[in-house]
């Protein structure tokens, strides 16, 4: 069941605002990466976001953070944004649901139904195709 466009901007605001600290997954230390812009404007925007990537690990973000090796080593956070294939989504779903975050976020382009309803029966917010950094301030937040 989809949820009407009106209901779909409210929820994705109560989430955006919820939301403190996010693992961006699939970070790259490239400013004309979308990752790494991403990372950047939800930086700005209050937000603490924990760069994860195997082959930065260890690496001095730019952001406040270190880029970790993997979400085991981030610890515990509110949400998790995606910057992989669809192929690799459900792995990174896996160890989100044992991180314990409550939303798992797929950036655009990224769509897996059956990693988002599995991550949904475990009670987590999904959102697939979509950016923070776009919702936030078509939503006004």
Known sequence: MSLDAPAEDARIARILTEVKTIALVGW???PDRPS???????????????????????????LGE??????AEVGPVDMVDIFRRSEHVPPVVEAALASGAKVIWMQLGIENAEAAAKAGAAGMEVVMNRCPAIEIPRLGL
């Open 66 to 71: 270190v880029v970790r090796a993997s979400l």
């Open 36 to 62: 790494h812009r991403v990372a950047a404007y939800l930086v700005r925007r209050g937000y603490r976001v924990i760069p994860v990537n195997p082959g930065q690990a260890g690496l001095d973000s730019g």
């Open 28 to 30: 790259s230390p490239k």
